[in-house]
């Protein structure tokens, strides 16, 4: 083989080797907290490489940003996050990172429900939806259009519940803008993430089946659930159940003597047979309700995050089903 030959033939597989390692390279994902990261391996599959900022079990309505978060952002090629100003401390930690890729706002086009301070009720009490979050999803979602500001509005939420994959209705939305931003950004494998989406789709379709029969067990009437924060409004307009909390929207508000006595007059005037801890939550303020009233405590929920790998809880999936089993089983 002549000199040439060989030089030629080096050249040709040092381009074959190049192009099957940026074949196999992984397009790297960061996610605002847990239950976006489990979203996001669901329809990037063996394509995407994620960092998950918030942790299983972590509380991101007072979390902090560690200077690896930064590290983590400014490498990433997408952001996703929930949007409805869930993450108040992201618009500045994107900024500190220079971060010059694409986001994905995981709640852009749902119905949205306004805030609540403290109960949410299932039974006709959700007339305040906003149907103007609807907007075109073929936008580039660069542009930041549920207004996360970056003044000082520390961890407090804005004019709507942010706690919207609470609705396997909402995460149907959640999962379509997320295979769109990884199409954006990965277009070879589009096939792939389009197809990802639509098999967890149905499975998402199968559970919400399954959950409303399980709920329909219950009397509508026996359908009342305390919690310590007020995170599942969304879960009570699609199964028709009363949620009641002495915080408001946020962990880091505080309930008022008031609302405490309240929700103590409530429990014994409708008989609430069980109350419920949080995995993100103190749950010191539920606990003392539980031994005023005597309702039992009947179980703990997982509302904005999942569990770690070996718990209950530690897909979307599974976390919704137990935490309507959790309810259901309690409510008995």
């Keep these: ?43 990037g599959g063996d394509h995407v490489a994620i960092t998950n900022l918030v942790k299983a079990n972590g509380d991101a ?3 902090n940003p560690a200077p690896m978060d930064a590290k983590a952002i400014a490498s990433a090629q997408l952001v ?6 869930f993450e108040g ?10 971060f010059k890729g694409n986001k994905v706002l995981a709640a852009d086009g749902i119905e949205v429900i306004k805030g609540h ?20 999803h073929d936008h580039d ?19 709507f519940d ?24 990965d277009p070879n494998n589009a096939e792939d ?7 967890y789709i149905q499975q998402l379709d199968k559970l919400d089946i399954e959950l409303h029969k399980k709920v329909a067990l219950i009397p509508e009437d026996k359908r009342s659930v305390i919690t310590p924060h007020a995170a599942f409004a969304y879960m009570a307009r699609d199964y028709n159940i009363d949620f009641h909390a002495p915080q408001g929207t946020s962990t880091e508000s505080e309930a008022s003597a008031g609302d405490v006595a309240n929700i103590i007059k409530q429990i014994r005037s409708e008989g609430i047979k069980a109350v419920f801890v949080e995995n993100i939550s103190d749950n010191r303020l539920i606990e003392q309700i539980s031994r005023e009233t005597d309702a039992k405590i009947g179980g703990q929920l997982y509302s904005d995050a999942l569990s770690e790998p070996t718990g209950p809880a530690p897909t979307y999936l599974k976390m919704m089903e137990y935490n309507i089993d959790t309810i259901v089983n309690a409510l008995k």
């Design 141 to 159: 979602h660069d542009h930041d259009h549920d207004h996360d500001h970056d003044h000082d509005h520390g961890h407090a939420h804005g004019e």
């Design 61 to 63: 309505h007072v979390y």
């Design 117 to 136: 301070s403290c109960s949410c009720g299932g039974h006709g009490h959700h007339d305040d939806h906003d149907h103007d979050h609807d907007h075109d």
């Design 89 to 98: 401390w992201m618009p500045r930690l994107l900024e500190s990172s220079n």
């Design 162 to 185: 942010p706690h919207s994959w609470h609705s396997i209705k909402n995460v149907k939305v959640y999962v379509k803008n997320i295979e769109q931003g990884l199409t954006k950004v």
């Design 80 to 85: 996703v996050m929930n949007g409805l100003e």
């Design 193 to 199: 993430y389009q197809r990802n989406a639509a098999n």
């Design 1 to 43: 083989m002549s000199k040439a030959t060989f030089a030629v033939s080096m050249i040709a597989l040092g381009l074959g080797c190049s192009s099957a390692v940026m074949a196999n390279t992984k397009v790297p994902v960061v996610t605002s907290f847990s239950v976006l990261g489990d979203l996001v391996q669901q329809v």
